[in-house]
């Protein structure tokens, strides 16, 4: 079914655990991550779904989407899903080759969004509760989560301010992904916009795993010392009006 996609105006990102390459977050909806990660992966292991247009692999029992699927994964109701967890993979031949060690972390990681020891990913291992309320993500190069953070970021500024934006520059990207690791909070509900300017303000929260306490935060907070600011299609990062970037 397909449904209207969102657009939440809160992103939350709890790197506690950037060690791992696994990032928790709140206020990132499937249809984002998708559309901003560099390289959209095309084949997906579907380890918790409704999507009634899956494959089944005979060899692993597991139901899956490749690129014939994956535009119509991506409209559907994923909200609706209630819990919604994939993991990408290279070709269909894969999975005939998995041994009965990989299906078991599979398995574990669908029923409890954790790893035993490896799980056999290409590059995302992602489990979702209520699309985009909350999120836990694996990746297998840092670069990944930065790239797609970065440009949701701009995807949702352009979304709210019905503005052109350019994209954010590396070193900014790179100062965001570090923040992560003490709980990076960026509310577009506060954004200022002017004829010549837009900021977001941004602050460290610390680590969560309660969603609705992120969410409340937005009513919380009312002191922001740190502010993303676009400017004549550029960038800064500015903490009490002292360039930071």
């Known amino acids: 079914m397909k449904k209207k ?3 939440r105006d809160v992103i939350y990102v709890s790197g506690r655990d ?9 206020g990132i909806e499937f249809h984002e991550l998708m559309s901003c990660v560099e390289h959209r992966p095309e084949n997906l292991i579907l380890l918790k779904h409704n999507f009634d247009n899956a494959q089944l692999n005979l060899a692993s029992r597991f139901e899956y ?7 119509e994964l991506i409209a559907d109701d994923v909200y609706g899903y209630g819990d919604f ?7 269909v031949d894969d999975l005939d080759n998995l041994n009965s060690f990989q299906i ?4 574990y990681f669908g029923h409890l ?3 035993l020891q490896v799980i056999p990913k290409q590059r995302f291992a992602y489990y979702a509760h209520d699309d ?4 836990k993500l694996y990746v297998s190069e840092l670069v990944d989560y930065e790239v797609m953070l970065a440009r949701v970021i701009t995807l949702k500024l352009k979304n709210f301010s019905r503005k052109l934006i350019t994209p954010l520059p590396n070193v900014i990207s790179k100062i965001l992904l570090e923040a992560t690791k003490e709980g990076l909070f960026i509310d577009f509900s506060k954004l200022e916009k002017t004829k010549f300017e837009i900021r977001i303000p941004i602050t460290a929260v610390g680590h969560y795993m309660d969603m ?3 969410y409340n935060l937005k009513d919380e907070i009312t002191d922001y010392k740190i502010w993303l600011v676009h400017r004549n299609r550029e960038w800064r990062l500015i903490n009490e009006e002292k360039d930071i970037d």
């Open 132 to 135: 985009g309320w909350f999120n």
């Open 65 to 71: 989407v490749t690129s014939l699927e994956i535009d």
């Open 104 to 107: 078991a972390e599979l398995l």
């Open 85 to 91: 967890c994939w993991v990408d993979f290279n070709k």
């Open 212 to 214: 609705d306490a992120v």
């Open 5 to 7: 996609q969102t657009v």
């Open 18 to 26: 950037f060690a791992s390459k696994c990032f928790f977050s709140y």
């Open 113 to 115: 969004a954790k790893n």
